[in-house]
T-cell receptor, first 112, second 114 residues
């Protein structure tokens, strides 16, 4: 079952902030975030593990609320290079290693 | 250079003509997987493999086959392609580390089935 991302699309001006949410109906072991630029493959941003701390990547950070089975990606002072589609991927743990399920994606557009 | 190599990059075929998309990684990763990407649906996993000769279905396995005879290779086989399999396909590999698995993606294969 795919996690649900919101919003589906965001339009920003350079320097503005954005939050992308990822929600699952199942208990999660970890949440992954990837960014895909147009015409390219997805690229890893970060992983948040159950019981782990909030992680960051440059001006991009994320949190993971295990009880609510939700994760949020925070993009601060956005840059043009942040444009792309952001995917969260959820992993339920146990014996299902390798089974990473992605959300439908959030399209982020940053204008000058 | 560490990479996941997919071939071909673009493929146009006709309904029913068997095809294989190759995927190879040079990072000695245990895990490999195939995803298809369609507008509005995100990345959906087709099959994944935890090691040589160990494969399992993802979320959308119908119409696809895979094999993992060697650790580095994980081909995707469409024995009788249909138009609804027109999509962008990505192969990915990762190492196993308590769920902390960073996926490395290939550059993608755009498949059109006429």
């Amino acid at each position: 079952q795919q996690p649900v991302q919101s919003p589906q699309a965001v339009i920003l001006r350079e320097g503005e902030d954005a939050v992308i949410n990822c929600s699952s109906s199942k208990a999660l072991y970890s949440v992954h975030w990837y960014r895909q630029k147009h015409g390219e493959a997805p690229v890893f941003l970060m992983i948040l593990l159950k019981g782990g701390e909030q992680k960051g990547h440059e001006k991009i950070s994320a949190s993971f609320n295990e009880k609510k089975q939700q994760s949020s990606l925070y993009l601060t002072a956005s840059q043009l290079s942040y444009s792309g589609t952001y995917f969260c991927g959820t992993f339920r743990g146990g014996t299902s290693y390798g089974k990473l399920t992605f959300g439908q994606g959030t399209i982020l557009t940053v204008h000058p | 250079e560490a990479q996941v190599t997919q071939n071909p990059r673009y493929l146009i075929t006709v309904t029913g003509k068997k095809l294989t998309v190759t995927c190879s990684q040079n990072m000695n990763h245990e895990y490999m997987s195939w995803y298809r990407q369609d507008p509005g649906l995100g990345l959906r996993q087709i099959y994944y493999s935890m090691n040589v000769e160990v494969t399992d279905k993802g979320d959308v396995p119908e119409g696809y086959k895979v094999s993992r005879k060697e650790k580095r290779n994980f081909p995707l086989i469409l024995e009788s392609p249909s138009p609804n399999q027109t999509s962008l396909y990505f192969c990915a590999s990762s190492f196993r580390h308590r769920g902390d698995e960073k996926l490395f993606f290939g550059s993608g294969t755009q498949l059109s089935v006429l």
